[in-house]
């Protein structure tokens, strides 16, 4: 067999790492790397909240092997079940040798509660995508009211209290799109109320995301833990993460009790034992009912009937993600994820299913930090390169039969050149705000600065935009 043929599906940072293990270990394969998106580097760039801007700087790491040519990026391009212009994992199969899912955790958990469904209802990944000009997420969030709730106690839930906390003008030198600062500018919000289900000593926060939420030019913390951190919690608490996160708890605890004078413009409140039990509203959300928890000694967090009533026109769920299914793979529906040992993918009965390979979220669920991706992916790398050699050749191993199929389906790939075009642009909008970049949101205007220089533009950029939007219609 001459070299052979893995495609990875996700160009975010598990399936950049992917890439990147199968082409440092010097086997003979050549490897593409595909997103639904023109644009590569997925949660880092979607997911990441635009303040972090050095976290974002790991995109230098994660695009180096498409610079030498070692990987080629096929952007636009949908893997599904088929329809609206997908292409299916069948067809892929005929083209590769071995396929890497890296494709993610994107659907918001729900809560179960009535109002959920209300106008001004919305899960993490709505506003997070929209901050960070994510072209499915184009429509702003209502901010125009002073009070709006956060539910859930991790790091995206921080990420989102900050953002909404935050001046305008703090976001000006990120990356957000124009759009975006606007709706900022404009915003009511007053006060954030981040509602814990749990106590201080069981954040799932990292300390130094925590801390930043001290840091913000006009807004205070203001800690509503019902006298828990006046106990000694941290004593018999082990964990060094959780220690952190208590010290810093008490310390604002001590600064800005809950009942003390206002100093700031805002408020990110952080209520403790507090679970939302139902969203208040007609046409939209006008509130929020809030109930007092208690924790079980088996760790059950129970409802103790004393409910409260917050004026909130936003309640956002930042509870944690699930995955859709893959079709043409099994799946995990409790834990989101696809079956595997070591990353190869396993059918319900525990049989691996040959050549196909998962990362990253896919995998393990929605858990770590960017850089926990890189272990599992060079995990998964390293079972698919002890597979190779007993793994079929695929019936069509040359790319140009793979690009024929792929225009008889109306998808034209952005390649990497193509990328760059946009990578430009954006850029080119940073200098002009003094920013490192600003995001280009919208699909159709992305497509325009990728074929910028492209002779049959037009045309080509009118079906790759249907086709893509078809694919968020879904
Ligand atoms: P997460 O860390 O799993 O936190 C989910 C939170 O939702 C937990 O506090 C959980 O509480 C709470 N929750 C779940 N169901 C709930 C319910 N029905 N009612 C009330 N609360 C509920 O998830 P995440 O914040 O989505 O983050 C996902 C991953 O991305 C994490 O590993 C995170 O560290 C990472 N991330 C990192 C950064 C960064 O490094 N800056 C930024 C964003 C995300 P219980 O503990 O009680 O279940």
């Given at each position: 067999?001459?070299?052979?043929?893995?495609?990875?599906?996700?160009?975010?940072?598990?399936?950049?790492?992917a890439?990147?293990?199968?082409?440092?270990?010097?086997?003979?394969?050549?490897?593409?790397?595909?997103?639904?998106?023109?644009?590569?580097?997925?949660?880092?760039?979607?997911?990441?909240?635009?303040?972090?801007?050095?976290?974002?700087?790991?995109?230098?790491?994660?695009?180096?092997?498409?610079?030498?040519?070692?990987?080629r990026?096929?952007?636009?391009?949908?893997?599904?079940?088929?329809?609206?212009?997908?292409?299916?994992?069948?067809?892929?199969?005929?083209?590769?040798?071995?396929?890497?899912h890296?494709?993610?955790?994107?659907?918001?958990r729900?809560?179960?509660?009535?109002?959920e469904?209300?106008?001004?209802?919305?899960?993490?990944?709505?506003?997070?995508?929209?901050?960070?000009?994510?072209?499915?997420?184009?429509?702003?969030?209502?901010?125009?009211?002073?009070?709006?709730?956060?539910?859930?106690?991790?790091?995206?839930?921080l990420?989102?209290a900050?953002?909404?906390?935050?001046?305008?003008e703090?976001?000006?030198?990120?990356?957000?799109?124009?759009?975006?600062?606007?709706?900022?500018?404009?915003?009511?919000?007053?006060?954030?109320?981040v509602?814990?289900?749990?106590?201080?000593?069981?954040?799932?926060?990292?300390?130094?995301?925590?801390?930043?939420?001290?840091?913000l030019a006009?807004?205070?913390?203001?800690?509503?833990?019902?006298?828990a951190?006046?106990?000694?919690l941290?004593?018999?608490v082990?964990?060094?993460?959780?220690?952190?996160?208590?010290d810093?708890?008490?310390?604002?605890?001590?600064?800005?009790?809950?009942?003390?004078?206002?100093?700031?413009?805002?408020?990110i409140?952080?209520?403790?034992?507090?679970?939302?039990?139902?969203?208040?509203?007609?046409?939209?959300?006008?509130?929020?009912?809030?109930?007092?928890?208690?924790?079980?000694?088996?760790?059950?967090?129970?409802?103790?009937?004393?409910?409260?009533?917050?004026?909130?026109?936003?309640?956002?769920?930042a509870?944690?993600?699930?995955a859709?299914?893959?079709?043409?793979?099994?799946?995990?529906?409790?834990?989101?994820?696809?079956?595997?040992v070591?990353?190869?993918?396993?059918?319900?009965s525990?049989?691996?299913?040959?050549?196909?390979?998962?990362?990253?979220?896919?995998r393990?669920?929605?858990?770590?930090v960017?850089?926990?991706?890189?272990?599992?992916?060079?995990?998964?790398?390293?079972?698919?390169?002890?597979?190779?050699p007993?793994?079929?050749?695929?019936?069509?191993?040359?790319?140009?039969?793979l690009?024929?199929?792929?225009s008889?389906?109306?998808?034209?790939?952005?390649?990497?050149s193509?990328?760059?075009?946009?990578?430009?642009?954006?850029?080119?909008?940073?200098?002009?705000?003094?920013?490192?970049?600003?995001?280009?949101?919208?699909?159709?205007?992305?497509?325009?600065?990728?074929?910028?220089?492209?002779e049959?533009?037009?045309?080509?950029?009118?079906?790759?935009?249907?086709?893509?939007?078809?694919?968020?219609?879904?």
């Amino acid at each position: 067999m001459v070299g052979a043929r893995v495609a990875v599906i996700g160009a975010g940072p598990s399936g950049l790492y992917a890439a990147a293990a199968i082409v440092a270990s010097g086997a003979d394969v050549d490897v593409d790397v595909l997103d639904r998106l023109p644009a590569p580097y997925g949660l880092v760039r979607y997911g990441v909240a635009p303040d972090h801007i050095k976290m974002k700087s790991v995109i230098r790491v994660l695009g180096r092997p498409f610079g030498p040519g070692e990987v080629r990026f096929l952007g636009g391009v949908r893997v599904g079940d088929g329809s609206d212009g997908s292409i299916p994992l069948s067809l892929l199969r005929d083209h590769y040798t071995a396929i890497v899912h890296a494709t993610g955790s994107a659907v918001d958990r729900c809560l179960g509660i009535p109002g959920e469904e209300l106008p001004g209802s919305v899960g993490s990944g709505e506003i997070v995508g929209w901050y960070c000009g994510h072209p499915d997420h184009g429509r702003a969030p209502v901010l125009d009211t002073p009070g709006v709730a956060v539910v859930g106690a991790g790091n995206v839930a921080l990420d989102v209290a900050r953002v909404l906390a935050r001046p305008a003008e703090e976001m000006a030198p990120t990356d957000v799109p124009d759009a975006v600062l606007d709706g900022l500018r404009g915003s009511a919000v007053r006060d954030v109320h981040v509602l814990i289900r749990r106590g201080p000593q069981h954040v799932k926060f990292t300390p130094v995301e925590l801390r930043q939420l001290g840091d913000l030019a006009d807004a205070e913390v203001v800690v509503h833990d019902d006298g828990a951190l006046a106990e000694p919690l941290g004593e018999g608490v082990s964990d060094k993460r959780q220690r952190a996160n208590l010290d810093v708890l008490a310390g604002w605890a001590r600064a800005h009790p809950a009942s003390g004078a206002r100093r700031a413009a805002r408020r990110i409140h952080l209520r403790f034992f507090r679970s939302p039990v139902r969203i208040l509203g007609t046409q939209r959300v006008t509130g929020v009912v809030v109930e007092r928890t208690a924790l079980m000694p088996d760790g059950r967090v129970v409802g103790t009937g004393e409910q409260d009533t917050l004026d909130v026109g936003l309640v956002v769920r930042a509870v944690g993600y699930t995955a859709e299914p893959i079709p043409g793979l099994p799946f995990d529906a409790t834990s989101g994820t696809v079956p595997n040992v070591a990353g190869r993918v396993i059918d319900l009965s525990g049989t691996p299913v040959r050549g196909q390979y998962v990362t990253g979220w896919i995998r393990r669920g929605p858990t770590g930090v960017i850089g926990t991706n890189k272990h599992d992916a060079v995990e998964t790398a390293a079972s698919l390169l002890a597979d190779l050699p007993d793994l079929p050749e695929p019936p069509h191993p040359d790319p140009d039969d793979l690009a024929r199929v792929l225009s008889e389906h109306g998808v034209r790939p952005v390649d990497w050149s193509a990328w760059l075009r946009l990578d430009a642009e954006e850029i080119r909008l940073g200098r002009a705000r003094g920013a490192e970049r600003v995001k280009v949101a919208e699909l159709a205007a992305m497509l325009e600065a990728v074929y910028a220089a492209d002779e049959a533009g037009p045309a080509s950029v009118v079906s790759v935009a249907e086709a893509l939007s078809e694919g968020r219609r879904r």
